[in-house]
């Protein structure tokens, strides 16, 4: 396995656990706001996009990718199961045919005619991703962006396919992908009406028809919706009642108000999971940054996002391009993402509630009842590109606070809410430094911070955690 970068962070960036060979099946904890495992442990879907690692890549640049994003963190990934011919938003290879030439549908665009030679090498490559403790969120009919049609499937599916059709191919896959690791996504960058929207209802009736335990979600095509926005669906925290069990809202431009609204829906209460918060220097997303793409994950976790994250890497990561897989995933980029990853499983992140109040919030959205009970951020807040967001463990034990690369100045902390004294360090998102600051008691009702000046990245971002004393 390939080891992670060494930094020289906190105590919480310990050595990753070995993969788990025995991955259970995730189910939504009682509360609805997490994911847990076949033995009740709190688990966060902290996934990176491989959109097209199982049509372009062969299966030792597989392994080593699933070995190198398991090294850095991640315990999941996602993946499109058939990638379409006249794709535009990335480079085709052989689309919509494997590296090997099989293709996924024997008569082109008919749904009808599963191959399984192809459908056994994914089959395969999912396999694979479970014996590293890989969960793979698999998007098994990818629609494709209305701006960019031909990226999907959208037109072959609600024009010369039937619903019989589509249920029959839903029935196929679940049959063929039974392992414990998959995740069923439906949709993809695309709204469902009418006849789309009916073959996508007969897909996910498929899939129900041969198990309903699994987790599944969706994508929409707009960066300002939930999942469950899009009619036509059942959706809730218990998959054998629900055709949808978390929210995996695509985030971009949302980053704060999307995790914010999802958090603050109740009916029903589902896990939320940034779906796609940016993707590195994509020309589509206006070129994001490293400080963006971590901005924009910082932002989703403290708004509400407990649920997980979905690293959007660079372009030729997530479209597989072989030749420069490995080379981007040695860019500092992907190592930030370790940091948070580490960071985040070092907290009480399951017990984590945003700021605000039953009248207020400070994240964009109306006041909840849901959130923590109190606004956290008391001065400095900041707004738009310079936001300080924060939120609490429900039990008072610990409070984070993220500063953005464009935010200025100090700002004051409420921490009447925690259980007692609190002790304070900054923490680079960076590299994992601590610089420890102080204990500061629970009567202190405005708290004021001053960041230590440029992380190591030469950026002005700082994640401040305090934990009880």
């Known amino acids: 396995m390939v080891a992670p970068r060494p930094f020289s962070g906190g105590p919480w960036l310990d050595p990753q656990p070995e993969p788990d060979p025995e991955l259970s099946q995730l189910s939504v904890h009682a509360s609805g706001r997490y994911f847990v495992d076949g033995s009740g442990t709190p688990t966060r879907l902290e996934s990176i996009s491989l959109w097209l690692m199982g049509v372009h890549g062969t299966v030792a640049q597989q392994n080593t990718t699933m070995d190198t994003i398991a090294a850095?963190?991640?315990?999941?990934?996602?993946?499109?199961?058939?990638?379409?011919?006249?794709?535009?938003?990335?480079?085709?290879?052989?689309?919509?045919?494997?590296?090997?030439?099989?293709?996924?549908?024997?008569?082109?665009?008919?749904?009808?005619?599963?191959?399984?030679?192809?459908?056994?090498?994914?089959?395969?490559?999912?396999?694979?991703?479970?014996?590293?403790?890989?969960?793979?969120?698999?998007?098994?009919?990818?629609?494709?962006?209305?701006?960019?049609?031909?990226?999907?499937?959208?037109?072959?599916?609600?024009?010369?396919?039937?619903?019989?059709?589509?249920?029959?191919?839903?029935?196929?896959?679940?049959?063929?992908?039974?392992?414990?690791?998959?995740?069923?996504m439906y949709g993809g960058d695309r709204d469902l009406a009418e006849d789309l929207l009916q073959r996508y209802q007969a897909l996910a009736d498929g899939v129900q028809s041969v198990a309903r335990d699994n987790m599944a979600s969706a994508e929409w095509s707009t960066d300002s919706e939930l999942v469950t926005d899009q009619a036509g669906f059942t959706y809730g925290a218990n998959p054998s009642t629900a055709d949808m069990t978390y929210d995996s809202s695509y985030t971009f431009s949302g980053a704060v108000v999307v995790p914010d609204a999802s958090w603050r829906r109740t009916s029903p209460t589902i896990p939320t999971v940034a779906g796609e918060p940016a993707y590195y220097q994509y020309e589509g997303h206006s070129?994001?940054?490293?400080?963006?793409?971590?901005?924009?994950?910082?932002?989703?976790?403290?708004?509400?996002?407990?649920?997980?994250?979905?690293?959007?890497?660079?372009?030729?990561?997530?479209?597989?391009?072989?030749?420069?897989?490995?080379?981007?995933?040695?860019?500092?980029?992907?190592?930030?993402?370790?940091?948070?990853?580490?960071?985040?499983?070092?907290?009480?992140?399951?017990?984590?509630?945003?700021?605000?109040?039953?009248?207020?919030?400070?994240?964009?959205?109306?006041?909840?009842?849901?959130?923590?009970?109190?606004?956290?951020?008391v001065s400095g807040q900041g707004s738009g590109s310079t936001l300080i967001t924060s939120c609490m463990a429900s039990d008072g034990s610990q409070i984070v606070a993220y500063y953005p690369p464009a935010a200025t100045g100090s700002f004051s902390l409420d921490l009447r809410s925690m259980a007692g004294d609190t002790a304070f360090a900054w923490v680079d998102p960076t590299s994992g430094d601590e610089t420890a600051i102080a204990t500061y008691p629970n009567s202190d009702s405005s708290r004021s911070f001053t960041t230590p000046g440029n992380n190591d990245s030469g950026t002005s971002d700082w994640v401040l955690v305090g934990r009880a004393a």
């Open 72 to 184: 850095h963190g991640f315990n999941a990934f996602v993946l499109m199961l058939m990638a379409h011919q006249d794709s535009v938003s990335w480079t085709p290879i052989n689309e919509p045919n494997d590296i090997d030439d099989d293709p996924p549908l024997n008569t082109p665009g008919d749904f009808a005619t599963p191959n399984d030679t192809y459908f056994d090498k994914q089959v395969d490559l999912v396999d694979r991703a479970l014996e590293r403790g890989l969960r793979v969120v698999l998007f098994i009919a990818y629609a494709g962006n209305a701006v960019a049609p031909d990226d999907g499937w959208a037109a072959e599916i609600e024009g010369s396919n039937t619903n019989t059709d589509m249920q029959n191919f839903g029935a196929y896959v679940r049959g063929k992908f039974t392992q414990p690791n998959v995740i069923i």
């Open 287 to 377: 070129s994001p940054t490293r400080a963006d793409v971590r901005r924009n994950a910082w932002w989703g976790f403290t708004a509400g996002a407990v649920g997980g994250n979905n690293y959007g890497p660079h372009i030729d990561i997530w479209s597989f391009q072989p030749g420069s897989v490995a080379t981007r995933l040695a860019d500092a980029t992907v190592d930030d993402q370790l940091v948070r990853i580490e960071l985040i499983a070092s907290l009480s992140w399951h017990l984590m509630e945003p700021s605000g109040t039953a009248g207020s919030s400070p994240h964009g959205g109306s006041g909840s009842s849901t959130y923590c009970g109190r606004v956290l951020v």
